[in-house]
């Protein structure tokens, strides 16, 4: 659900913007998915940790990989239409983005949705970014998601690099208190045969306290028609800041949330860096993306993953 600036209760509403890229709200789950087992403990340590950690047991990760079958994926996009892809959306077309994926899971109304998410280079070689929109409700440390996988190159029903189930998820403690600082970074599993992420599908360097401004491509799985999450979508423009974010020209919608926005990017080798990610748009009918700027407290976020 992308973040809007309206009033709709499957968007939040961060200093007035429209809220929420994530698909919220979908088909509700046909089994009852198995809750995190992180819970928030309030005493004055964990509050004066930047970063809250979201983590999964062993059995809940083997219980996700088992729930998001091939059928179960194709069926989500399916359930969802926010009408025709917009003209600034355009389909992906240039060299292979396997880092880029699906990032699939069961929101805390019990729905199955997607978010966009991607690989990024780290010291565990398991590292993901993505929005915290994705991970957990803002302002409400108890509404967390829940059966995470993470399914990097997906296109059309196909997983080519395998299914990786989330560890973790780390997120700035301000969003779980003030919808503040939307980023989070994921910790995956290994894959079937034992290999870490990067490993597989490599992975995209991140740049911190980069200035705003430049070219950026941001990329993401929308619920728009016709693709309605089955392919990777696009949007190019300059940088500018504006509410103390970065906003580009992007009228990509629900599902493109968590998607990265690369700076230095070359279409054609797919190399480029992340500099932040899709988080909200402008209006229902949206002709801007926003995006955070990555500081310390994302740098945080991300040292906290790859230490993981």
């Known amino acids: ?30 089994v009852a998915p198995v809750p995190a087992t992180a819970v928030p403990v309030r005493d004055a340590a964990v509050a004066a940790d930047p970063v809250s950690v979201l983590g999964f047991t062993g059995t809940e990760r083997r219980d996700a990989l088992a729930y998001w ?31 880029v994926g699906r990032l699939f899971f069961v929101n805390s109304t019990g729905a199955d949705t997607w978010c966009t998410a991607t690989a990024v280079t780290s010291a565990n070689r398991s590292a993901v970014m993505t929005a915290a929109h994705c991970v957990r409700r803002g302002s409400s440390p108890y509404n967390t998601n829940m059966s995470m996988v993470f399914v990097p190159g997906y296109h059309q029903g196909k997983a080519p690099h395998g299914v990786f189930a989330v560890r973790a998820a780390m997120t700035p403690r301000s969003w779980e208190t003030s919808s503040d600082n939307d980023i989070s970074a994921l910790v995956v599993g290994a894959d079937k045969k034992g290999r870490t992420l990067t490993d597989v599908v490599g992975g995209h360097a991140v740049a911190f306290d980069r200035a705003v401004g430049g070219s950026i491509t941001a990329l993401g799985y929308p619920a728009t028609r016709p693709q309605r999450g089955e392919e990777l979508l696009h949007c190019v423009g300059t940088a500018t800041k504006e509410h103390g974010e970065q906003v580009i020209p992007c009228d990509m919608t629900g599902g493109s949330s968590g998607g990265p926005w690369f700076a230095g990017f070359k279409a054609g080798t797919g190399k480029g860096v992340l500099v932040s990610v899709n988080s909200s748009l402008d209006s229902l009918t949206p002709t801007k993306m926003y995006g955070e700027v990555l500081r310390n407290t994302a740098r945080k976020v991300y040292d906290r993953a790859q230490a993981f």
């Open 69 to 99: 079958t091939t059928a179960r994926m194709k069926a989500v996009g399916k359930s969802v239409d926010l009408g025709p892809s917009g003209p600034k959306a355009k389909p992906w077309r240039g060299a292979a983005l396997p880092a």
């Open 1 to 30: 659900m992308l973040k809007l600036r309206t009033s709709t209760s499957v968007i939040r509403l961060p200093r007035g913007r429209v809220a929420g890229l994530a698909v919220a709200g979908m088909a509700l789950a046909l």
